[in-house]
């Protein structure tokens, strides 16, 4: 196995999903043999290679400094599961 | 000082600034980054991380990075340079990711000399400087049982400036943070403001004892926003590290937050969530590309630094040391004080300092009021220094003439003109003025013939009452001393 248990748990902690323990052991058999498959790219030999950041063969485009947006509060806050005339609200986070 | 524990313990220091950029619209949208707007007004469907919106790059983001790069002597300024997403949940990035630069950031390997403890120079290494963006604001005091969003600030422009762990006490931080400041606002590239966030800073401190190589256990305190507070919380940090690891006890690798009214740091996240961010190239950007012309044009926009500054003004205009530092630190005050010297004649540039750090400052904060409001300009400004070095008016007048000045279009020769203040030199009028004054006061008279020095003093007021602060002070003193 390439991956474990533990391994599945803590990513579905990193990715705010709840997996149930019926599922976990369904998880780890499947998320393995993508891992299997994937490990094949480690035995291309890559030491001449660039790097490569985009597979598109395309430079950054840039934006000039200009506000070009308005304000989309209303409908932004309005879709909102809860917010108040001004804000965005969330279960409290304590830091 | 436990006499039981000898071992010494040396600080080791990082510092990671994140540096507002003053750009009107975003890293990646041309939504507004005006400080200070009405809550979640400044918010774009791609801040909003609506489906289906891209992100689109700020070229101004680009130059003022590479600004900084040149400012720093930085060997690396990449030719091409790409983003990657850092990835966290945190109700202020509804995206879920912070889009950075991990592995191709745009600047690496500047410097910036400090003087260490000791008053010599020290040369700090900085690391890297990538761009990113800023999150949202969450506030936890407007509601018990909600935070408050507020995306106004999510996507604003950033850049990170990583230094290496050279930093050897909290004194050195908090100067090696001010070079930093004063490099970025002299560029232009930030507006400094600590208050409202635009230049923070996180701190990467940990010990070791004196002599050991390899470096001890770092915690990370997040987010400090004043030069003080950088260095209490350090400090504060030293001490809780030495007094665990005197007491057998070991750090921790972990974020703290410093308190500033408790005055303490206390741990802020869960440790198995730390430092696991799964960065990833960003697919949604290409990578940036540049060529050397690109990055040479930017030479132009630095200007000359404090440092440079100090230099001329001691060596070429004379400047005290200290007067020197304190005009070129401040970016404001040192392109006021060269546009007036531009235009002097006879005065010299040292009256200019002493009185644009004298009275003029106490002025401006007389009015509270900002040198760059112009409400008296370099050349009303000069114009009065003229008349001060010509005589026609004295050091005590020129104050007078320049409070009269603030705020309108007249010269300091209209001024003097229409209030009479010009000093008066003519040694008729002031002998007439002399001689009435030792005639109403004999007893006082008598008393200076006999010796006593303080009624000097009180002849030379007494005749600067009289005319208002207008005598020659030189003149009135002749005048006594012959009498």
């Known amino acids: ?95 | 000082m436990s006499n039981q524990n000898t071992t010494q313990w040396e600080t080791v220091i990082g510092l990671e600034i994140h540096t507002q950029l003053k750009t009107k619209s975003k890293l990646f949208a041309g939504t507004n980054t005006a400080y200070g707007g009405e809550p979640n007004t400044q918010v774009s469907l791609l801040e909003a991380a609506m489906p289906g919106t891209l992100p689109v790059f700020n070229e101004k983001v680009l130059r003022y990075a590479i600004r900084f790069g040149l400012a720093v002597g930085a060997k690396v300024i990449a030719k091409e340079s790409t983003f990657d997403r850092k990835n966290y949940f945190y109700p202020d990035s509804p995206k879920a990711y912070q889009i950075t630069q991990l592995n191709h950031p745009i600047v690496e390997h500047g410097e910036l000399v400090i003087q260490d403890d000791k008053g010599n120079d020290k040369t700090i290494r900085i690391n890297r400087a990538h761009i990113e963006e800023d999150a949202g604001k969450s506030i936890h005091d407007k509601y018990t049982q909600y935070s408050a969003i507020d995306l106004n600030r999510c996507g604003t422009p950033l850049i990170e400036i990583v230094s290496e762990p050279d930093l050897s006490s909290a004194k050195e931080a908090v100067r090696y943070m001010r070079g930093i400041h004063t490099i970025v606002t002299h560029l232009g590239i930030c507006d400094g403001n600590l208050q409202e966030g635009s230049f923070r800073c996180d701190a990467n401190v940990s010990i070791r004892p004196v002599g050991q190589k390899e470096l001890g256990t770092r915690t990370e305190l997040k987010n400090i926003n004043s030069f003080r507070f950088v260095e209490k919380a350090i400090n504060i940090e030293i001490k809780r590290q030495i007094k665990l690891l005197e007491s057998g006890g070991t750090v921790t690798q972990e974020t703290r937050l410093y308190d500033a009214d408790k005055n303490e740091t206390r741990p802020m996240r869960s440790k198995e969530e730390a430092n696991d961010y799964r960065y990833f190239p960003d697919p949604d950007l290409l990578p940036v590309v540049i060529d050397q012309a690109y990055i040479d044009n930017e030479k132009q926009f630095i200007p000359e630094f404090p440092a440079q500054k100090i230099i001329r003004y001691t060596q070429d205009l004379k400047l005290k040391p200290d007067d020197a530092t304190t005009i070129a630190h401040d970016k404001e005050l040192s392109e006021y004080f060269d546009a007036a010297v531009k235009q002097l004649g006879k005065a010299k540039p040292k009256v200019a300092a002493n009185m644009i750090l004298g009275e003029f400052s106490a002025l401006l904060n007389a009015n509270d009021a900002k040198v760059e409001d112009n409400n008296i300009s370099p050349e009303q400004f000069a114009e009065l220094l003229e008349a001060l070095a010509a005589g026609t008016i004295s050091h005590k007048i020129a104050k007078v003439v320049m409070e009269k000045i603030w705020g309108t279009d007249s010269t300091a020769a209209q001024i003097i003109d229409k209030e009479g203040l010009a000093q008066v030199s003519d040694t008729g009028e002031l002998e007439t003025i002399v001689k009435e004054i030792i005639k109403n006061n004999p007893s006082q008279f008598e008393a200076y013939k006999g010796g006593d020095m303080k009624m000097f003093n009180y002849f030379v007021g007494q005749v600067m009452k009289q005319t208002r602060g207008r005598a020659n002070p030189a003149q009135v003193k002749t005048l006594l001393e012959e009498l």
């Open chain 1, 1 to 95: 196995m390439l991956i474990n248990r533990k391994e599945v748990q803590q990513i579905a902690v990193l990715a705010k999903l709840n997996v149930s323990k019926d599922e976990i052991d369904t998880i780890v058999t499947s998320l393995d043999s993508v891992v299997e498959m994937i490990n094949h790219i480690n035995e291309v030999d890559t030491d001449n290679v660039k790097p490569m950041a985009n597979p598109m063969d395309a430079v950054q485009r840039l934006r000039a400094d200009v506000v070009t947006e308005t304000s989309n509060k209303e409908v932004l806050l309005s879709m909102a599961t809860n917010a108040d005339d001004d804000y965005f609200l969330v279960p409290t986070v304590v830091e």
